[in-house]
């Protein structure tokens, strides 16, 4: 099992802090919020991941190297142009050669991988989406499955008089490989709204899997103060220690 974090967007919305950094870089507790979705994947059992970067990602491969100091492997993959969320992830597909995790460098979770691992295989699924029950979900793709887990009906950032599910879809799937057979090369083309109603279409092998514990994205600042909170008051299982070695901080997963 091989790993992707898509780190190239330019966090707009966490404008003026993001315009001399990547939003993956964007720190929490002193920690740049992508090191949090690394320490997961390495819980989880999975070391061998690629990064996808873009803006300023130059940043990015200065301060985490080659991954060691993480005991990760990390193999970065740039998009010279804007490519999109699959589309980015298309462009390290010869790395990406058995299933595989993708997750976002700027969200904050602490779910349990493996168990979405164990559905998703246990379904033969081409590619499950982790979905979780949200309160609003009009700020995010929502989604319904039928009794067996499959999707049957994705919507992506619905208006209030289109939302049919208050499930939504948390940016984190686990991937087989024959997906890429769907993504065009070097063109830009988006999970939600391209990739997902394509293999809908064509493959029905889509899953969601419902998980539980604590989610964040940090794309605006009144989420990003809520995640800075959220940490602080123990809300999340991670802590962050003093440490050594190079850097000043450490984190883990509880």
């Given amino acids: 099992m091989k790993g992707v974090i898509m780190a190239g967007g330019k966090g707009t919305r966490l404008r003026p802090l993001t315009y001399h950094m990547p939003k993956p ?7 740049p919020v992508m090191e949090y979705s690394i320490e997961l994947l390495k819980k989880h059992g999975i070391t061998e991941i690629a990064v996808t970067t873009g803006y300023l990602g130059n940043d990015i491969k200065q301060y985490f190297g080659n991954g060691s100091s993480w005991g990760v492997e990390l193999t970065y993959f740039d998009e010279i142009t804007p490519l999109g969320t699959a589309g980015s992830v298309k462009n390290a597909e010869a790395f990406l050669d058995e299933t595989f995790v993708v997750i976002s460098g700027d969200i904050l979770t602490d779910f349990d991988l493996t168990d979405g691992i164990h559905f ?3 379904k033969n699924s081409t590619l499950t989406i982790l979905m ?8 995010y793709g929502i989604l319904t499955t039928n009794s067996e887990g499959k999707v049957n009906r994705f ?7 289109e939302i049919f599910s208050d499930f939504i879809n948390t940016g984190i799937y686990i991937v087989n490989p024959s997906i890429f057979s769907y993504i065009p090369q070097g063109e830009c083309f988006d999970f939600s709204k391209d990739l997902f109603p394509l293999l809908l279409q064509k493959d029905g092998r889509v899953y969601g ?19 800075r909170f959220d940490l602080l008051n123990d809300r999340v299982k991670f802590s ?15």
């Fill in 132 to 139: 979780k029950q949200m309160n609003n979900p009009s700020e």
């Fill in 25 to 31: 870089m964007v720190p929490l507790l002193h920690t």
């Fill in 155 to 161: 919507l992506e950032k619905p208006t209030c008089n």
């Fill in 209 to 227: 899997f419902v998980v539980s514990g604590y989610w964040s994205d940090i794309g605006t600042f009144p989420q990003y103060k809520q995640t």
């Fill in 120 to 122: 998703h295989e246990t």
């Fill in 240 to 254: 962050v220690s003093r440490k050594t070695a190079g850097h000043h901080y450490r984190i883990s997963l509880k």
